[in-house]
């Protein structure tokens, strides 16, 4: 490949049509590292509302040291995976601590920082302070497999390996920033899923094109296994208020709230499992009084499928729950569920009650 070429072509290009996206006016630090973070989890035009919404709430990054937990769970509730999150956070209070506060300008340092892989690292380190750090995501893996007619698995270290060494030798010393954008920018815009090869302003450069290989490239990865898990989930009602409970440290979703209910053992109804679990997570013996709906998504290599009911308490009045396998719990009215981040199918529960003619009068 002709390196001058390519980034004379590929900076042209994004010179012309780059996205106006709210931390490339000033790409501080701070503002990049939360945009990169959060494109990992969202399309771009989501990540802007959150990212606006995140910078309102928390400008700088001793703010968000300081802020609890709780709140930074909520503002990344709906992006999934609140490991990210929590490891923002950590991140935050390890640059206070360690770098008077000051986001380190060092790629090493800025990859020993909590929640940052290589990638994050070389995009912060190109971005904020223009070194010249390769940032590979699966878009450029996807452009370079075509680029340079790779016939290597899409998420095999041999890809990885022959792409970031490319990259490194691409990469311009007075635009870094700005190569590994424009690069990010033409997978998602151009050399996407979908190619369109025909409008592609690399495509002089590109071996798939020349070699016919392109519907080839990357080649798949071997398909990982998904394991498909029932739950059933209660909303337990009492005096127009309602049970939710926390999550405790080193269960899945550790910090965030829920209600009560659990895995569906096999040979029991969504009904009969819902009533056990009532009685193992917070000793209340409940009736499933309606189905509400079946909300169905996924996480990690688990595809959920989650029976919901509208519960009441057959036990004393007023229900009196001992949180055996919640940090705590308590009956909330429903206009404060939206003050508690909730995992992404119970928010979607909430949702569809929101818009439910049967529950209007809850909310
Ligand atoms: S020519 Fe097509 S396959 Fe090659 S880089 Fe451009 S868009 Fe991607």
């Known amino acids: 490949m002709d390196g001058k070429r390519f980034t004379h072509d590929l900076l042209g290009w994004y010179d012309r049509h780059s996205r106006d996206l709210p931390w490339r006016e000033n790409p501080e630090p701070y503002a990049v590292w939360i945009s990169e973070i959060m494109a990992q989890q969202t399309q771009m035009d989501r990540v802007v509302a959150y990212h606006d919404r995140w910078m309102r709430a928390l400008p700088t990054l001793a703010d968000l040291a300081a802020a609890p937990e709780e709140a930074v769970l909520k503002l990344w509730e ?5 490991s990210r999150a929590r ?3 950590k991140a935050a209070e390890a640059i206070v601590r ?8 060092d790629p090493a340092a800025i990859r020993a920082l909590p929640g940052v892989g290589p ?3 070389g995009a912060i380190a190109s971005i904020a302070f223009n070194r010249a750090e390769p940032a590979v995501d699966a878009n450029v893996l996807r452009v370079f497999a075509r680029l340079l007619d790779l016939a290597e698995p899409v998420r095999s270290p041999a890809l990885r390996k022959a792409v970031e060494a490319e990259v490194r030798g691409l990469i311009p010393g007075d635009r870094p920033g700005d190569f590994n954008q424009a690069l990010m920018e033409l997978g998602a815009l151009v050399c996407s899923r979908g ?3 025909g409008n592609c302003p690399v495509r002089a450069h590109c071996l798939a094109l020349a070699h016919s290989t392109v519907a080839d490239r990357p080649m798949p990865a071997p398909s990982a296994e998904v394991t498909p898990i029932n739950m059933a989930t209660g909303v337990l009602v009492h005096g127009g208020r309602v049970l939710i409970q926390k999550r405790r440290p080193g269960d899945v979703w550790p910090g965030l709230w829920e209600f009560p ?4 053992e096999r040979g029991e109804t969504p009904e009969q499992a819902l009533a056990r679990e009532y009685v193992e997570e917070v000793e209340l013996s409940v009736r499933p009084v309606e189905p509400i709906t079946v909300v169905r998504y996924s996480y990690t290599r688990y595809r959920v499928t989650m029976y919901c009911f509208l519960c009441e308490s057959g036990g004393p009045t007023p229900p009196a729950p001992v949180f055996r396998e919640a940090t705590e719990g308590r009956f909330v009215a429903w206009t404060e569920l939206d003050g508690f981040a909730f995992p992404s199918g119970h928010r979607r529960l909430i949702e569809w009650m929101r818009g439910d003619a049967r529950y209007a009068h809850l909310f």
């Open 119 to 121: 990638y994050t690292a």
């Open 87 to 89: 490891n923002l956070r």
């Open 78 to 82: 709906g992006l999934g995976y609140y």
């Open 195 to 197: 190619p369109d090869c």
């Open 261 to 264: 209910g659990g895995v569906i």
């Open 98 to 105: 360690d770098h008077g506060g000051v986001f380190p300008d």
